[in-house]
């Protein structure tokens, strides 16, 4: 490749890539008609999207988009930071290596993937299928890997599909596939090793490379055990003086009963447990990056920070240990570890969030870790970095507004509806998103109904959700100013009635004047219910100050002043609740720079464009 004063690098986090026009061998089934499409298709249920962190259907376009948006851009090096695949199943992972390979010959684009939780599954793979993909009429069908017998696990009913594309592939299949892709060394390459390699920069030849990318050369003794497992993690330096650090974070441990392996879906955390040649290969790594002068860039699937902006000890207090996935936070150590050892600069995806953390160490050592956002979540979008010199980067969050073809299956979405809402209406989704106008639009409304039922249901306090379920706006701000506590009918009085701020002991003139301060008034805050606050809350949650494009900038003025009650106010027990969540959720309004910045290495700074 050819060396520009400018380099620019693309991150594409969870794609979760799913070919939604596959091709399929098997006679007996070639998938189902897509009415707007005109063609097969093999698609998942909205029922089913709406219930899970990603989209399985419409990210197919999203990717589409972003890679064009990035040939525009005349972007030449794309990291995808593993998911790149949904359950790394052969249909999918032929499809997304047949839109690599078109798109590195069109436009000379190089792809470095490495591999995450949903890419493989488990090591060595396994049969599988789903019980929700679209048929023709509406109704969701289950499509297995291979037919029921004794020797599987899969305990689908009788009627099953069966299409063997659907099976998980393991490692070596999904490398096999992939091999064009960073996880093996091509010729253009100025240099690539791999943690078992052992050969060095200046005795570097091509054929030694090879050798060593061989899966069989890539393994390691899992808990010093006798289980070998693959890590192919790898080292790039795809044009003349850049480093990317591949970083395979997978850690799957097996089961006591020797059926197989548990997901790998914690990250950092095992790898500190079971993959501690990683971390000293990783060390080794940037030793030789500081002593030949290299700009070293490490990416991986899992965060190596905290990713809540410092909030998560408070969000495990109120929310509980399990909710807002907090098994996935690394621990301290591990940002400390790797930030003495002198990495300073790690994209990470996993969480389908946008987000900028620092960890400074007692040494004085720095690592900033980029949180890349998924293509297939709320808020879609990837990043961009330019290195401008060796010591300065800047970042380019690009948000995927418009996405042609991202309402393809409307139609077909239309049918399953109508079949919900005659045979099962407590089932039956908010029909409102097949009314959207543009990607981002969707995924705002997608949001809102995964929220609604799955996160609210699943991981909100009932105290709190009472509070927040029955209020509008000027309710809590009635509450925020409480000065004793409250008896559960007069709560309750709050909920039902158009309460007098009087009724609080708080002068409604005060209360007006620092009102106009802000130059808000009480329609500001009736034009909002508790349940917008906890839509929003998620919203910058996921999106950091990307959620700034549409949360409302006049209920934002609304939250302040009623956070700001809230943590002052030391009389009222019935809040308690209300102003944990208060913090956490300023917090996350102040977190670090997240859509465009810049980074300076050197001293170890992100500078806000």
Not at 164 to 187: A, D, M, R, S
Not at 478 to 499: G, M, P, Y
């Amino acid at each position: 490749m050819a060396q520009s004063n400018e380099t620019k690098i693309a991150f594409m986090a969870d794609v979760h890539f799913s070919d939604v026009f596959p091709t399929i061998a098997d006679k007996s089934f070639s998938g189902f008609t897509s009415e707007k499409g005109n063609k097969k298709s093999l698609i998942r249920t909205m029922e089913s999207q709406l219930h899970s962190t990603r989209l399985f259907n419409e990210n197919y376009f999203a990717f589409i988009a972003a890679l064009n948006n990035a040939v525009k851009r005349e972007i030449k090096i794309i990291a995808l930071p593993g998911d790149f695949s949904d359950d790394g199943q052969p249909l999918h992972v032929k499809g997304l290596n047949k839109i690599l390979n078109s798109y590195t010959k069109n436009y000379g684009i190089s792809f470095f993937i490495i591999n995450g939780n949903h890419d493989p599954t488990s090591p060595f793979g396994e049969q599988s299928g789903k019980q929700d993909f679209l048929s023709d009429s509406g109704k969701p069908q289950r499509i297995i890997s291979q037919k029921q017998t004794s020797s599987t696990n899969l305990e689908f009913e009788n009627g099953s599909l069966v299409l063997e594309g659907l099976k998980e592939w393991g490692y070596e299949e999904i490398l096999g596939e992939l091999n064009n892709h960073g996880f093996f060394p091509k010729e253009n390459y100025i240099y690539w090793e791999t943690p078992f390699s052992n050969y060095t920069y200046e005795n570097y030849n091509f054929n030694d490379a090879i050798e060593a990318s061989k899966l069989d050369s890539r393994t390691f003794s899992f808990n010093k055990g006798d289980i070998k497992l693959p890590d192919v993690s790898y080292l790039v330096e795809p044009v003349k003086g850049i480093w990317l650090l591949a970083m395979d974070a997978n850690v799957y441990i097996p089961k006591k009963d020797g059926t197989g392996f548990n997901g790998s879906g914690v990250g950092y955390n095992d790898v500190f447990k079971y993959k501690r040649h990683l971390i000293e290969w990783s060390k080794k790594i940037v030793d030789e990056a500081n002593r030949l002068g290299k700009t070293l860039i490490g990416f991986s699937h899992y965060p190596m920070l905290d990713f809540n902006d410092g909030a998560s000890e408070s969000i495990k207090s109120l929310f509980g240990v399990n909710a807002f996935q907090a098994n996935r936070i690394p621990d301290k150590l591990v940002g400390e570890t790797f930030a003495d050892i002198g990495l300073k600069l790690h994209f990470g995806g996993h969480m389908h969030l946008n987000d900028t953390g620092i960890l400074k160490t007692e040494k004085g050592n720095t690592l900033i870790n980029i949180q890349s956002p998924s293509v297939a979540a709320f808020m879609p979008a990837y990043k961009i970095i330019t290195i401008k010199n060796s010591q300065f980067l800047e970042v380019e969050t690009v948000v995927l507004d418009s996405v042609p073809g991202y309402d393809t299956f409307f139609s077909e979405y239309e049918k399953e509806h109508d079949f919900l809402s005659s045979n099962f209406p407590e089932r039956a989704w908010n029909k409102k998103i097949l009314s959207t106008t543009s990607y981002l639009e969707y995924m705002k409304v997608y949001l809102e109904e995964l929220i609604r039922s799955r996160f609210i249901p699943n991981d909100w306090p009932e105290d709190l959700l009472k509070l927040l379920s029955k209020s509008d706006g000027w309710g809590l701000l009635a509450l925020s100013i409480s000065k004793k506590d409250l008896s559960d009918k007069e709560l309750e009085s709050i909920f039902t009635s158009d309460i007098d701020i009087n009724y609080f002991d708080y002068s409604i003139e005060n209360l007006q004047k620092e009102l106009d301060k802000k130059g808000l008034s009480k329609s500001d805050f009736k034009a909002w219910s508790g349940f917008d606050l906890m839509y929003d809350f998620y919203m910058f949650k996921n999106a950091d100050e990307l959620a700034l494009r549409v949360v409302d900038t006049n209920r934002l003025k609304c939250y302040d002043f009623l956070f700001e009650l809230l943590l002052n106010n030391d009389k009222c027990k019935k809040i308690a609740s209300l102003k944990q969540f208060a913090t956490i959720f300023k917090k996350q309004l102040i977190g670090e720079p997240s859509s465009n910045f810049s980074i300076d290495l050197e001293k170890g700074k992100i500078l806000k464009n």
